[in-house]
């Protein structure tokens, strides 16, 4: 059956801590906690001068009356509140009807399927089997849910902490997914003004040169065109003076006239037709090929630091005198250059009152993943850090991080050997 959110809050008040059930009969203890009368009396403690009983939460004691639990103060809340709800039909033990069998309400519980049944389920699908009230198996099994419950809580922390971690990192990711969209287009918009510049100066460039190619072309035209005029002329000087009426003239022309005539023919003799130039752009197009290649987006991730034997990433306590080995991995793409990459990393721990960092060597396991030992002198906050200018242009993302280091086992001899 199926409560409101303010009957299952109901329910839960009228619910013994002890038998897991709706209160028998509630009885107050010193401490203001309430029980059902027949769970006290089987926590009565006999022993001494005066039977008490120890309250199972808080663990107080109850001094009892010479006529026992009986003769503590019943809770009259609690009593009006059981009136009250079995007068409006709130009842957190009331049982459903059975889906097969309506006309009948599911009070047994059948041991060899462990599931509620019905008298008329008992007597078909569950003959011959084991069976025992629901009342009778509600606060046992209700127990065991209550402890798996109990055993879980830590892993539902755990996973609490995984869930904000996780919701947390989505933000970061957002974040840093708009930090690099501005830097993509910060890239590309100084790549497209520099190349933009440099087209502009091949423009101006090419341009210079067409003009310079055509003043040279024109200047051959133009002396071609001068050497044909004049030419032009002296033919048509000799021409005239040929009907020149007055023989004296003519004649004191006829030498005059007879050099321009011979170099006019010697002119003819060596004449070139003028050169026929066409002017044309020679492209040379950008390599695409080389423009795709000018940034690419590397997802680079956290570098996970833990110790050697423990979760990946997880930094355990340490103890002073005590080496201990750490496991550093990269996470995300790696590059082809991985030797090359790992190679570029450095640790710095700093112990506690240092002023000089200590730097260990590192070895490269070969699985993407470096390791070092380190023997802490005393207790206290080792702070270590990771660096790697290559991968993350200097240090980690998620550096430094804080070692606790407990106070030495007794007995512990103490060494300068890191």
């Known amino acids: 059956m199926a409560y409101s959110t303010l009957e299952q809050k109901l329910a839960k008040i009228l619910e013994c801590a002890i038998c897991l059930e709706a209160y028998d009969e509630p009885k107050v203890l010193r401490c203001q906690h309430t029980y059902c009368k027949n769970c ?186 001068e050497s044909l005029v004049m030419s032009l ?38 004449y070139r037709p003028c050169e026929k130039v066409v002017f044309r752009l020679d492209r040379k197009f950008l390599d695409e090929e080389k423009l795709q290649g000018v940034g690419k987006i590397r997802a680079k991730g956290e570098c996970s630091f833990g110790v050697r034997g423990a979760k990946s990433g997880t930094l355990c306590e340490g103890k002073a005198l005590q080496c201990c080995e750490f496991i550093i991995t990269l996470h995300g793409d790696l590059p082809t250059d991985r030797q090359n990459l790992m190679s570029h990393f450095k640790v710095n721990i700093l112990a506690p009152n240092a002023e000089i960092p200590f730097t260990p060597p590192l070895e490269d396991n070969g699985d993407g993943s470096l390791s070092f030992r380190y023997r802490p002198e005393c207790s206290g906050d080792y702070k270590i850090s990771l660096y790697n200018k290559k991968f993350y242009g200097e240090e980690a993302y998620n550096s430094p991080v804080i070692w606790k280091v407990l106070p030495a086992l007794p007995g512990s001899a103490k060494s300068h050997i890191r």
């Open 40 to 225: 006290l009396e089987k926590l009565v403690n006999k022993s001494g001068l005066g039977h008490k009983v120890t309250c199972p939460e808080c663990r107080e004691e109850t001094k009892l009356p010479r006529c026992g639990v009986s003769g503590l103060q019943s809770n009259f809340s609690i009593n009006d509140l059981l009136q009250l709800s079995a007068s409006t039909g709130v009842q957190s033990n009331k049982s459903p009807p059975c889906e097969k069998h309506q006309e009948e309400l599911v009070d047994l519980y059948c041991k060899i399927c462990d599931e509620p049944v019905c008298q008329a389920c008992l007597e078909i699908d569950h003959r011959d089997h084991l069976y025992t009230s629901i009342k009778d198996v509600f606060a046992r099994k209700k127990k065991i849910v209550a402890k798996l419950m109990n055993e879980a809580k830590p892993k539902f922390s755990a996973l609490r902490g995984e869930l904000l971690s996780i919701e947390d990192e989505e933000d970061k990711v957002r974040n840093n997914a708009v930090t690099v969209s501005r830097e993509i287009d910060t890239f590309i918009d100084t790549a497209i003004a520099k190349h933009t510049a440099s087209l502009e100066r091949v423009r101006q460039g090419l341009k210079k040169e067409l003009r310079e190619k055509t003043s040279i072309q024109l200047s051959k035209l133009q002396d071609q065109k």
């Open 233 to 270: 002329s002296s033919l048509e000087f000799a021409t005239d003076t040929r009907h020149c009426a007055n023989k004296v003239e003519f004649l004191l022309l006829k030498k005059e006239i007879a050099s321009k005539i011979t170099k006019l023919r010697s002119l003819t003799e060596g």
